[in-house]
């Protein structure tokens, strides 16, 4: 009996740096570990029967697509608070500080951004139903600051079960509103299902001082000096500063240099399926940049 098969190559985004022990007929192998936005490539080989049909659902749960969230995080209190004691040799206490006045400032925040960007549904996410008081305060301010926002749909998530949704049905999201620590964990599994921590940007916005940074600061020290980190994440983060000094038609012409050279030329460094390096990369950006730019210059001499 011929049998056939249809071999599917998937990348699976790994976030450990210890190596995996597989068993297989007795025999043990060591995979080797990922680094910094490390993939492994797997050939899926599903056979006949009924093969090819659950091969499609474990690419559903392992691959995603139009991922399009926004995470806004309140950085200045909670969990990071820094307030921490030993009472005695072995007993820690770490202070959890929630303030109202910080968690309507971010709600709002995140309400007036929703409405200037478009968005629709904002997402509290906590654990109210155990830090009853903490996040119950956090939780009772965002549905507090909701009312004055009719038109952006509003509702809450304890954040261990947002840990599943996220992955079972990410399309659910448009913006996420967490207190500190839950930020920080949520942004790191959204850049794991994206692609790693080399594509996204993100900011820090304070009175006086704002921060433009990746979304998730892994220092990628395995990389230095090897010319293979991926530099996306820092150039549109880069380009979010510009566009925040109102800079926009600048900020809008990276990004699309960016977005060109990534859909279109397939100039990706290893972490996100390519093979390029990060200078190549870069000259590739500057390339698209170009061309971006005499093409804008050839419109406005026609329209001249």
Known sequence: MEHTSLQLCMFV??????????????????????????QHLVTAVP?????PEMLEHVKSIFKHKDVDIVVIRENTEGEYSMLEHQNIPGVVESLKV????????????????????????ITAIHKANIMKQADGLFLECC????????????DSMIVDNTAM???SRTD?????LTPNLYGNVIVAMLCGLTGGPGLTPSYNLGH????????T??????????????PVAYIRAAAEMLKHLELTEHSNLINRAVFKVLAESKVKTADIGGTNTTSEVVDAVMTQLRKELESMSAQKAVHA
């Open 165 to 167: 949704q996220l992955v």
């Open 217 to 230: 600061r892994n220092s990628g020290k395995s990389l230095t000096g090897q010319n293979v980190a991926n």
């Open 13 to 38: 985004s790994c976030a450990r740096s210890t190596p995996l022990l597989w068993w297989m007929f007795d025999t043990v192998f060591q995979l080797p570990p990922t680094v910094y936005g490390g």
């Open 172 to 176: 659910q999201f448009d913006v996420m």
């Open 143 to 154: 549905r507090e600051v909701s009312k004055s926002y009719p038109e952006i749909a509003f």
């Open 98 to 121: 929630i303030t109202r006045n910080k968690c309507n400032r971010i709600a709002k925040f995140a309400f007036d951004y929703a409405k200037s960007h478009g968005r629709s549904k």
């Open 47 to 51: 056979g006949d029967g009924i093969g």
């Open 208 to 215: 006086y001082y704002k921060l433009f940074e990746t979304a």
